[in-house]
């Protein structure tokens, strides 16, 4: 599995995005993005946080909020120049660093506290860029959201990630 520059287009109900992946900076990042994209494992799950002026988070959820079960953790790739800017992909995490595995997230704003500053601050591991489709991210961005169970700003009509293909081999 080559961990290069690679496209990977999130077909949602909402609409596509295509998120260009930069293996070069965040190679053990992306090749278990790809893995998850391979295993069709991101299909049907959605975006289960939606927050505007901040982030959209998916990957891990199916529509009726049950957790899919996750490959092992990864090393956070956070120190690796890449910043949480407008439109660029990152691993949601919990308070371990080293714990995302599955959900991600597209930054709707630039997200300057999200970036690595040392290990006491370690930050969150950007990984690629929407390079067509922000618009759809932005459409999702303002969706109406609720509280549902222990989760907050879940969208009221699930954003469904229908598919999540690998559109180029670069």
Same mark, same amino acid.
């Given at each position: 599995m080559n961990?290069?520059?690679?496209?990977?287009?999130?077909?949602?109900g909402m609409g596509?995005?295509?998120?260009?992946?930069?293996?070069a900076a965040a190679p053990v990042t992306v090749k278990n993005f790809l893995r998850y994209a391979e295993e069709n494992f991101y299909n049907?799950?959605?975006?289960?946080? $939606?927050?505007?002026?901040?982030?959209i988070q998916g990957g891990g959820f199916?529509?009726?909020?049950?957790? @899919?079960? &996750? =490959?092992?953790?990864?090393?956070?790739?956070a120190n690796n120049g890449l910043k949480n800017d407008r439109g660029t992909i990152a691993m949601a995490r919990t308070n371990d660093?080293?714990?995302?595995?599955c959900q991600f997230f597209i930054n709707h704003?630039?997200?300057?506290?999200?970036n690595y500053s040392n290990a006491d601050e370690p930050g969150y591991a950007v990984f690629?860029? $929407?390079v067509e489709g922000m618009d759809v991210v932005d459409e999702i961005a303002f969706?109406?959201?609720?509280? @549902?169970? &222990? =989760?907050?700003?879940?969208?009221?009509?699930?954003v469904v990630i229908e598919s999540a293909e690998i559109v180029s081999d670069k």
């Open positions: 961990a290069g520059t690679r496209k990977v287009k999130l077909t949602t596509d995005v295509v998120i260009e992946l930069n293996g049907g799950t959605i975006f289960h946080r $939606v927050m505007p002026n901040f982030m199916g529509s009726d909020m049950t957790e @899919k079960p &996750a =490959h092992s953790s990864i090393i956070n790739e660093p080293d714990s995302a595995t704003t630039d997200n300057d506290f999200l690629g860029k $929407v969706v109406q959201t609720a509280n @549902k169970g &222990a =989760h907050d700003d879940v969208p009221v009509e699930a």
